[in-house]
């Protein structure tokens, strides 16, 4: 069954924790501190698969969840790191973030690795917190958390060529005639429900990927009929076949052709800028020359007659698309809203806020912030040094006075992640 899209969750694994531990050997009085450090947590790659075409697998397989690393030991040794997990995806898979929608990486090549989601670093155990004016530090830092995100997986097929046009008018017969591809061929609309692909060998021994895409029909980059579902397999290629019906079936040629050109330019991703071949089909039939000539006398625009049935124009056709290939460098998939596909807009991002103070309900007081959460889990409150740690933290931000500033009254409970304490003026 061939797949396109599907939506996974990965999590990465958390750091290990640093240990607090003191040296007890026989003959050394206070040795000092001899915690180590923790391991690093299991990272989740994405790794590009050719022996996979498709995204069937994660019809099932959902989730994907790195093991933590191993908490520091006595003796200063160190947590073992994690294994990283590796997910195999088709050659031509893009990654986004299903929230916002945020564009993650485009995989292209055999092997070639994205890390979506970063395993935490390990936390350092009380050995580096010695200092000269602290030597039995009774301080270590809990592991970095790893990272939790929902990912949309989207397969955009690595073809040359793409034919496009309504349904049965030919496409899946051309490709059948031009390559070894066997796609289902019959008289009724929609035969082709998924994308196929062919390699397409001249005679001058060149090669190119032609790809048979479903029918649109008007409306597709809307979400009507097939389109909206298949467009995307169009973005990569280099040049477009469009294949327009020019036999007696009682649709207009002509219409046909500007329904499918409007559809191209309003899904987006140049696809109107891009080489385009007009193909004639059909043109065994009786009465196709009638309407070759109308044609190309409405829309100005030279075609290329073949007839997949007598092979009649075939050897053009496959050399023209061949030289396009040759002289068509390919083209961006981002960047597509611009007027210039080439062109880079950086812009400076805000500076992320340290942290932020809600009231969510009377007497409740709500202390939120990737920043400020992050370094509260990885301090280790268990111990008195490490508790000040924390509450120094806070009067550095100075919380207590921006509290009193937004109404806080002495008893009012003061919340940050899974930690509560009492407000006091």
């Given at each position: 069954?061939?797949?396109?899209r ?18 007890r ?5 206070k040795g000092g501190p ?12 994405l ?6 075409n498709t ?15 191993e908490?520091?030991g006595?003796?200063?040794q160190y947590?073992?790191h994690?294994d ?13 973030e299903?929230e916002?929608?945020?564009f ?5 090549e ?6 979506v ?5 390990g936390?350092r155990?009380n050995?580096c917190?010695?200092?000269s004016?602290n030597?039995v530090?009774r301080?270590?830092?809990?592991g970095?958390p790893?990272?939790s ?12 060529v ?5 349904p049965s ?5 051309l ?9 289902e ?6 035969t082709?429900i998924?994308?196929?692909?062919g ?12 790809a ?10 809307l979400?009507?009929g097939?389109?909206?579902q ?11 076949a469009h294949?327009v019906?020019?036999s ?6 002509v219409?046909?052709y500007?329904?499918i050109?409007?559809?191209l330019?309003?899904?987006?991703f140049?696809l109107e ?6 193909v004639?089909?059909k ?18 625009v030279k075609?290329?007659p ?26 961006p998939?981002y960047?597509?809203?611009?007027e210039?596909?080439?062109t ?7 500076e ?13 007081w709500?202390?939120t912030g990737?920043k400020i959460?992050?370094?509260y ?11 000040m ?14 509290l ?22």
């Amino acid at each position: 069954m061939f797949i396109d899209r599907a939506v996974i969750e990965v999590r990465s694994g958390k750091g290990g924790d640093g240990a607090i531990a003191f040296r007890r050997e026989k003959y050394i009085a206070k040795g000092g501190p001899a915690g180590g450090n923790g391991g690093r947590g299991a990272s989740v790659i994405l790794r590009a698969n050719s022996k996979i075409n498709t995204l069937f697998n994660f019809r099932h397989s959902k989730a994907f969840i790195g093991a933590d690393g191993e908490k520091g030991g006595i003796k200063n040794q160190y947590g073992r790191h994690s294994d990283d997990v590796y997910v195999d995806v088709p050659i031509g898979t893009v990654v986004y973030e299903e929230e916002g929608h945020k564009f993650l990486g485009d995989l292209l090549e055999e092997g070639q690795l994205l890390k979506v989601a970063k395993g935490g670093r390990g936390g350092r155990g009380n050995t580096c917190f010695k200092s000269s004016t602290n030597r039995v530090p009774r301080i270590a830092e809990n592991g970095e958390p790893g990272e939790s995100k929902r990912l949309i997986l989207e397969l955009k097929l690595l073809a040359d060529v793409g034919l496009v046009g309504f349904p049965s008018v030919g496409k899946s017969s051309l490709l059948s005639v031009v390559s070894s591809a066997k796609p289902e061929i019959a008289d009724y609309p929609f035969t082709t429900i998924i994308p196929n692909l062919g390699v397409v060998y001249t005679k001058d021994k060149r090669s190119f990927v032609l790809a048979d895409l479903p029918g649109l029909i008007e409306g597709a980059h809307l979400g009507k009929g097939l389109g909206l579902q298949f467009l995307r397999h169009i973005e990569r290629c280099r040049v477009i076949a469009h294949v327009v019906d020019m036999s007696n079936t009682g649709r207009d040629p002509v219409e046909d052709y500007k329904v499918i050109n409007e559809e191209l330019k309003e899904y987006g991703f140049g696809l109107e800028k891009r080489p385009m071949v007009v193909v004639a089909s059909k043109m065994d039939e009786e009465g196709s020359l009638e309407n070759l000539k109308r044609f190309e006398k409405a829309t100005k625009v030279k075609c290329l007659p073949i007839s997949s049935l007598t092979d009649e124009g075939i050897d053009q056709l496959v050399y023209k698309l061949a030289d396009l290939v040759e002289q068509t460098p390919p083209f961006p998939l981002y960047d597509a809203q611009s007027e210039e596909l080439d062109t880079k807009i950086y812009t400076l991002p805000e500076e992320e806020k340290e942290f932020e103070i809600k009231h969510p309900e009377l007497h409740t007081w709500v202390i939120t912030g990737d920043k400020i959460v992050k370094f509260y889990r990885m301090t280790n409150i268990t111990t008195d040094e490490g508790m000040m740690v924390l509450l120094t933290k806070l009067r550095k931000l100075k919380i207590d006075d921006i509290l009193e500033e937004m109404g806080a009254q002495d008893g009012d409970s003061v919340i940050l992640d899974d930690f509560s304490f009492e407000f006091v003026k």
